[in-house]
């Protein structure tokens, strides 16, 4: 009896001991970074996918392009369908390995498509299990198959560029999982981020430059209706609260010339009434910024020219936000700055009959502001 057990213990052990049968090797997967989406003329999507090839083996059977990048290889492949699984499907005839979703990080995503829907595309980018929703999120001016193919100087390809502009925070920062939430929220408008490519140095080849945010693009229901300027997109991240960098120049009536400011930290608040049948929103808005350069010659020091210029802070920041609010709310019709969410969390048995109409309402929303301005620093010292 003892032997019997001791034999089915050394069983269990070497059944635990079997390894992973089913594991896949990264020798035999091509491990996609970034992924382009372009719409063909004949109306058919067009997916371009950027391979890291760390063994820089460029080729290896694959027939794609092959990107000198910052020491690194990566290959670009393009395949067509009517639909994303039919243009992989397609991709996967020109590949000799599977393709590994896993580690994309962006998504970048032509104006033209954009403009006829996109949410149809990002549907798979969802539901498949590989996918990471921590992918950003980018609408090209040109196409994606032209953003995917540069050479950047610095980093290994253009994705990282990418990722890391958007980590910066100086514009728009939409992943997958962001972006899939404002598709789904109570108005349905979504803005992402724009890129463009920026000319290449005097003496560089076309494609030894990068890609840069110089947009934002506005969607409603998933289709591209517009853009917005990099200055309003600043205004849009302080109506959501989102604001993280911010680089204010005033010009006081009273000065000679110019004073710039960087922003520390900066808190938005929202807060909505009801009076009666008419819907209004307070905007309270703290700032704390740094003074980073004086041109004017007056004395930061002194404190009565202290509260002038935290005055012409408030002021300028205000001037941002209504012009933002002029673009969005006026022009556009679109919320993308979160009103119809804020009604919603806070008058929310009212706001089942408001949303109905919400899109005719918006525009009509009574917005005041009210503004604290402070300026912390006001430099280590002068030059006199």
Known sequence: MRCTKVIYFIGII?????????????NDLWVVTGV??????????????????????????AGGEGNQAGG??????????????????????????????????AIVINKELAETGIREELDFFIRHPEPRLRSYVFISEGNAKDIMALLPPLERSSSEVLIELAKSEILMKVTLFDLMEMLKGESGASIL??????????????????????????????????TITDRLTRGVLWFRNEIKESTVTVKPEEADGLISMKLIKGRT?????????????????????DVIQNKTNWDLK???????????????????????????QKEMEVDI???GETFRQKHPDKWKSIKRDWKERFPSVEVTFEIKASVLRTGQGSIP
């Open 72 to 105: 690194n290889k990566t290959i670009l492949q393009t395949g067509k369908g009517v639909s994303i699984p039919k243009a992989i499907e397609d991709l996967d005839t020109k590949l000799p390995r599977e393709i590994l979703w896993s580690h994309t990080e």
């Open 193 to 226: 981020p724009m890129i463009d490519i920026l000319p290449p140095e005097e003496g560089k080849q076309p494609l030894e430059t990068i890609a840069y945010i110089n947009r934002s693009a506005i969607l409603e229901h998933g289709r591209m209706i517009g």
């Open 36 to 61: 382009g989406l372009d719409q063909t003329k004949g109306g058919e999507v067009e997916v371009t996918v950027e391979i890291h090839s760390p063994s820089g083996n460029e080729g290896d059977g």
């Open 14 to 26: 070497f059944f635990l001991l079997t390894g992973c049968w089913d594991r896949k090797e990264t």
């Open 302 to 328: 002194n404190m009565e020219k202290h509260k002038m210029l935290e005055k012409e802070l408030a002021q300028k920041i205000e001037m941002r936000l209504t012009d933002t609010l002029e673009m969005v």
């Open 337 to 339: 700055i979160d009103f």
């Open 269 to 289: 608040e929202l807060i909505p009434k009801i009076d009666g049948n008419q819907l209004k929103m307070t905007v309270k808005v703290e700032t704390i910024d």
